[in-house]
């Protein structure tokens, strides 16, 4: 069983950068791939970015060359670091890990991100 929690969220100006953590209560060994993903209002929740236990990464192509995600599995936590935010990138962002053996997955409770001058 994990538990994660997002924290890092908050209200940024357009052009502006906020950094995402998301903390697991349980291991997130190196057979969980853990991602980002969002959704805004009256839209689905859709991938932001991921990266397995060996550090493979994946983005969404509207983030790709502004957001990097990175995990540490000593410590439990993932983080995305958010550049040059736009008001599009406004959402709920949750931290989700999937076991890549059991095909089980975990949600965070999300953290609100808000772009606007």
């Known amino acids: 069983q994990v538990q994660l929690v997002e924290s890092g969220g908050g209200l940024v100006q357009p052009g502006g950068s906020l950094r995402l953590s998301c903390a697991a209560s349980?291991?997130?060994?190196?057979?969980?791939?853990m991602g980002w993903y969002r959704q805004a209002p009256g839209k689905q929740r859709e991938l932001v970015a991921a990266v397995t236990g060996g550090g493979s990464t994946n983005y969404a192509d509207s983030v790709k060359g502004r957001f990097t995600i990175s995990r540490d599995n000593a410590k439990m936590t993932v983080h995305l670091q958010m550049n040059s935010l736009k008001p599009e990138d406004t959402a709920v962002y949750y931290c989700?890990?999937?076991?890549?053996?059991?095909?089980?997955?975990?949600w965070g409770q999300g953290t609100q991100v808000t772009v606007s001058s």
């Open positions: 349980g291991s997130i060994s190196r057979v969980y791939t």
């Open positions: 989700r890990a999937y076991h890549d053996w059991s095909g089980s997955v975990y």
